[in-house]
């Protein structure tokens, strides 16, 4: 009885705690740890058991293994099996241990590693090393090699010129053994019954001997090589299949120093007779084989390093093929995959580019015209962020801005924290900001950017349909940097206000209503102008406007006299190079305050209008380390405006915690946005707070920050039950390692169950979505978001429901897991 009151003592501590704390959940959109650094290789296998077809990635500059999971209509979500396989150069999918599930290899060069990845049947993964000795490995296969029904592995390994197969114990056990150690700098592995003699046989190609060989299996695992070309320069890959329709394996490899696609036709009885299928092929660096055209033969796939080009050669029998282009600018394309990814009854095509960094596929309208889609995609120096309802579907998107690759984009939120990328312009030459707002007052929300090195403001006019049309405001923009919108002439319609760095001038663009604009100058001594805003500062009910002069180390106002004239007063000359405004009331005494974020002094202020609008410096924070962003938002729910920043030099995005007076607490919701650019909140999941999203510069990254405050409580000796819900004690308990969580609901609700470790910390997230009214029952296997086992220890499980109409509830219980 005293342990179990303790228990409950130490369980009611940690409700405590957890209803004081803002705890957030990071959500990676594009960018980040999505890329794939140096991608070198590309498969597709149904990770899930969904019953659709997942895709595979290894990247070698971020030593990275990942899934994209197929979620339906094109939409793919990227899952991380590791990102410890250093030097990642090679990825297959096979079911190793027999349990009905597909698992996952690696072949890493930096580590000398060949790994497999167990699958628990959900998409998690956990690793078991089969070799640590493949010095520099470059290829993976697997096949049955001894016959007894389980999968073996193979592998190349290009420094020890090794190739080794791993006998399955149908365990997920391996014993290597050696086939040769002479294969020059091997680069790629393959297996098939070459010889028809009912084995499996093993080809390699090596790229320092120029060599081409086959590697006979007697049957008992014993292997005698047999070289089919010592002409082969540069033999960088290789793939097995009937090309011409004989009824025996040809070959086919990629040979980079000759840039040649050979095909190696087997004659029978060990002998080949090599034909080129083309000797354009720049930078040879991968084949693969498929029908791509259904037409009941063979075609050739390849990717070209140097040219960066992804090309078919269409099979035209008789060995005589015809070149097709699927695509180019795929800089350094390193590999490619061919299957029915969308299930449409034609071949798509996968690839990865190195230089690139992409995971893309080609979608196959049927007659061999092919439509890119990237999976691993980025905004390249991402540095604008802003949310809200683009497609008018209830739910908040988010649009971005991103200065390397000229890009003005929008995310849809479809639910889940899924969100699907959408290119609005690529043209937006050094595009520098993002703001949404209704321009041609027809109902739908347009988009407004800043281009600061193609000196252009322009406005996507959007058609209801997602659809939109790119309309130029001005060309006379030196570096335009900053861009609002507010009807500055209180004429019922949005104006458009941009900051001119170079031109140290602020302009307004007067809407007339229907989109077309007049400008006028509000000032031409802004010196180094960074920011602009709009809000009605002095409240006589017109809007005024605000700058951030970084060059001048001044934040100005510019008093709005309601025809269009503009006064500038001077709020401050402390911050050092500041770079980013914005108003609240701090304070709660009924006026704007105005925030700042100054990169120089690291500092975040707060200036307190005394309602004359006169203002009283303050510091919030002195440690935002090259602060480049601020924002405003009631984080806590506690009523007052907390102050968010975004600093670049210390990868954080911070909130500060108002107590209601202006005195603010600092906590970092996350040190790991690299180069942290900008900073915006809003409730992205619908759950009634407000979440975070920022965007970096310098990893590519547009994120939100799920808030895990719990909110509308109820508490009864039970513990939180929600009225209408009722939340069951898990089963068994104490567990090990399997447990069932049991629940019921009363109405259409929005579900959220979670499991937490006694610091707060979320383990899993078991349920995220819309459940009708029912019982329903959860199992929780002891693994986290990772699929890695968890200790033992004393856990909670939370549930929280969102119903329409009423306050949303949760409810937390505690179990034991015992080993």
Same mark, same amino acid.
């Given at each position: ?34 890329? &794939? ?74 580590? #000398? ?6 699958? #628990? ?24 090699? /001894? ?100 009824? /025996? ?50 075609? @050739? ?135 949404? @707002?209704?321009?041609? +007052? ?10 600061? +090195? ?7 006019? =959007? ?96 008093? #709005?006299?309601?025809?269009? =004239? ?43 209008? /005394? ?24 984080? /806590? ?38 180069? &942290? ?18 965007? +970096? ?114 409810? @937390? ?7």
């Amino acid at each position: 009885m005293k342990l179990f009151r303790s228990v409950i003592y130490f369980v009611l501590l940690f409700y405590m705690y957890v209803i004081s704390q803002v705890n957030f959940q990071p959500h990676t959109i594009v960018g980040g740890e999505y890329r &794939a650094l140096g991608a070198t290789s590309v498969y597709s296998a149904d990770l899930d058991n969904d019953g659709d077809l997942d895709v595979l990635s290894a990247s070698s500059g971020d030593d990275k293994i990942a899934w994209y999971e197929n979620t339906g209509n094109g939409v793919f979500t990227v899952r991380i099996i590791t990102d410890s396989a250093d030097g990642a150069r090679s990825v297959f999918a096979i079911d190793l241990n027999r349990d009905g599930f597909i698992d996952v290899l690696s072949a890493s060069s930096r580590d #000398n590693k060949v790994v497999w990845y167990e699958n #628990n049947g959900h998409g998690n993964f956990i690793s078991h090393i089969i070799s640590n000795d493949a010095d520099g490995a470059e290829s993976i296969y697997a096949i049955d090699i /001894d016959e007894d029904g389980d999968i073996d592995v193979l592998s190349a390994s290009y420094f020890d010129d090794k190739i080794a197969w791993y006998e399955n114990n149908g365990k997920g056990n391996f014993t290597t053994h050696i086939i040769t150690t002479t294969a020059n700098g091997v680069r790629s592995v393959f297996a098939v019954d070459l010889d028809k003699d009912g084995d499996n046989d093993v080809l390699s190609a090596s790229y320092i001997d120029n060599k081409i060989s086959w590697y006979e299996n007697d049957g008992q695992q014993n292997f005698t090589e047999r070289v089919i070309s010592t002409s082969a320069d540069g033999a960088r890959s290789i793939y097995a299949s009937d090309i011409d329709g004989d009824n /025996d394996v040809d070959i086919i490899t990629a040979l980079y120093k000759w840039d040649k696609i050979t095909l190696y036709e087997n004659r029978g009885g060990g002998e080949f007779k090599e034909q080129v299928i083309s000797d354009h092929a720049n930078g040879a660096y991968a084949v693969f084989v498929e029908d791509i055209d259904n037409d009941g033969d063979m075609d @050739v796939l390849a990717a070209l390093y140097i040219d960066d080009k992804i090309v078919w050669y269409e099979n035209k029998g008789n060995n005589n093929f015809v070149t097709h282009v699927v695509a180019q600018e795929i800089d350094g394309a390193s590999s490619v995959y061919a299957i029915d990814l969308d299930e449409d009854g034609d071949i798509d095509i996968l690839t990865s580019s190195t230089g690139n960094n992409e995971i893309s596929w080609f979608e196959n309208d049927g007659y061999e015209n092919f439509t890119k889609h990237v999976l691993t995609i980025k905004a390249d120096g991402a540095n604008s962020v802003y949310a809200t309802d683009i497609d008018g579907d209830g739910d908040i998107d988010i649009t971005s801005t991103s200065f390397r690759d000229d890009k003005v984009a929008w995310y849809e939120n479809i639910g889940q924290g899924n969100f699907i990328h959408h290119v609005i312009s690529t043209e937006v030459d050094g595009a520098s900001s993002v703001y949404v @707002v209704d321009i041609d +007052s027809d109902g739908d929300m347009d988009l407004v950017s800043a281009s600061f +090195s193609g000196d252009k403001v322009s406005w996507y006019e =959007n058609d209801g349909q997602e659809g939109f049309t790119e309309w130029i405001i001005s060309t006379e923009v030196d570096g335009a940097r900053s861009v609002f919108a507010a009807d500055l002439d209180s004429d019922g319609d949005q104006d458009v206000l941009c900051g001119v760095f170079f031109d140290n001038k602020i302009e307004w663009y007067e809407n007339d209503g229907k989109g077309n604009f007049t400008p006028h100058i509000i000032a031409t001594d802004a010196f180094g102008v960074y920011a602009v805003y709009s809000t009605d500062l002095d409240g006589d009910g017109d809007m005024d406007v605000l700058s951030a002069l970084s060059d001048a180390n001044k934040i100005t106002w510019y008093e #709005n006299d309601g025809n269009g =004239n503009f006064t500038s007063r001077v709020i401050s000359s402390n911050p050092k190079n500041v770079r980013s405004i914005y108003t609240v009331d701090v304070d709660g005494d009924g006026d704007m305050d105005v925030l700042s974020a100054s990169l120089v002094d690291d500092k975040i202020y707060w200036y307190e209008n /005394d309602g004359n609008q006169n203002f009283t410096a303050h510091i919030i924070s002195t440690s935002a380390n090259g602060a480049r962003s601020v924002y405003a938002a009631d984080i /806590d729910g506690d009523g007052d405006p907390d102050v968010l920043s975004a600093s670049t030099y210390d990868d954080k995005i911070a909130w500060y915690e108002n107590d209601g007076q202006g005195n603010f607490s600092t906590y970092v919701i996350t040190s790991d946005a690299d180069g &942290a650019s900008s900073v915006f909140a809003t409730d992205i999941d619908g759950d009634g707070d407000v979440d975070v999203i920022s965007a +970096s510069f310098d990893d590519d990254k547009i994120a939100w920050y799920e808030n895990l405050r719990i909110v509308g409580f109820q508490f009864s000796e039970m513990g939180f039950i929600p009225s209408g819900v009722i939340l069951y004690s898990n089963y068994p308990n104490p567990f090990n390692p399997i447990t069932h969580i049991k629940y019921q609901i009363m109405h259409r609700s929005k579900v959220w169950l979670a499991i937490y470790n006694p610091l707060g910390q979320k383990i899993r997230t078991l349920v995220r979505r819309l459940q009708t009214p029912g019982t329903y029952t959860v199992m929780w296997d002891g693994r986290d978001e990772n699929g890695q086992i968890v200790p033992s220890g004393i856990y909670l499980y939370q549930l929280q429901v969102q119903s329409f109409g009423q306050e949303p509830f949760i409810g @937390v219980k505690k179990m034991i897991l015992l080993k």
